[in-house]
């Protein structure tokens, strides 16, 4: 089992930065690729970005030369560094990992309990 802590959202002003880092822990063995997901109030979830074990980074076009994301590989830690942050980046933002338990099984996905990010103007 894989357990995921988040930790760095809060309130931030339009314009600002923020940063969220979100720590796996627990039975490790390959962990797949982290990533970072957003739901607003009303909204469906949605990718935010994704970093796989290649190193290939994936961002949702709305953040795109916003918001950068990076992985400590020695630490099983994503980070999430949001700059010059938009009040439509407002929503609860989930740490998604996706880890194989061994060789030759399909990685499960596993979730972080979310952590709260609002933007206000």
């Known amino acids: 089992q894989v357990q995921l802590v988040e930790s760095g959202g809060g309130l931030v002003q339009a314009g600002g930065s923020l940063r969220l880092s979100c720590a796996a822990s627990?039975?490790?063995?390959?962990?797949?690729?982290m990533g970072w997901y957003r739901q607003a109030p009303g909204k469906q979830r949605e990718l935010v970005a994704t970093v796989i074990s290649g190193g290939s980074i994936n961002y949702a076009d709305s953040v795109k030369g916003r918001f950068t994301i990076s992985r400590d590989n020695a630490k099983n830690t994503v980070y999430l560094q949001m700059d010059r942050v938009k009040l439509e980046d407002t929503g609860v933002y989930f740490c998604?990992?996706?880890?194989?338990?061994?060789?030759?099984?399909?990685?499960?996905?596993?979730w972080g309990q979310g952590t709260q990010v609002t933007v206000s103007s």
């Open positions: 998604n990992v996706q880890h194989r338990s061994r060789w030759g099984v399909p990685p499960s996905s596993y």
């Open positions: 627990g039975t490790i063995f390959d962990i797949t690729s």
